[in-house]
């Protein structure tokens, strides 16, 4: 039986400027470090990929742990920091806000980069795109009777089938 969602992980370009945009700019708490040299036979299975080594660190929020990684071995490729949402794989990290125009404002102010200024794409939903360092898509989203962790609703609110936006 799966339970639900244990973390999110995200391979970064530098651990000290990531813990610092996600505990210090976006306000997620640092659980621990930890890491693994090369040569870490059981984590080259798990990841598929010989020879590796890395830093990590597990931050959290009230319903949500990132597990960040930063590999020392193993050749990662860097990522586009402009690649589309379009493209196949993950396109973004939602976090829910209550106040998004405060929090917007914050965040551009403290450096991060948005697509655009906070919209309302849907009734009860606005909602707006940014980037952390390194081109990772973050979107904040304050939710009026739609389903999030932290504002459940009963699937007879749901919209019809076919009718979901975001």
Known sequence: MILGANHVAISVPDMDRAVDFYCGIIGFEKVMD????VGFDAIDEILAIKGTSARGCMVRTT?????????????????????????????????????????Y?????????FHSAPVDPAP???TVYGRDPFGNVIELEESYGRIAP?????TAE?????????
């Not at 930890?34 to 040299?37: A, I, L, R, T």
């Not at 404002?105 to 980069?113: F, I, K, N, V």
Request: one cysteine or more; hydrophobic letters at 40%; aromatic letters at 8%.
């Open 34 to 37: 930890f890491g693994w040299p």
């Open 63 to 103: 319903n949500l742990i990132i597990e960040l990684f930063e590999f020392g071995a193993g050749d990662p490729a860097a990522q586009d920091p402009d690649r589309p949402v379009i493209d196949h794989g993950f396109t973004h990290l939602c976090l829910a806000v209550t106040d998004l125009d405060a929090e």
């Open 105 to 113: 404002a914050r965040l551009r102010e403290a450096g991060m980069r």
């Open 124 to 126: 009860g939903v606005r």
């Open 150 to 154: 932290h504002d459940p609703v009963s």
């Open 158 to 166: 749901l919209p019809p089938e076919g009718k979901h936006l975001l």
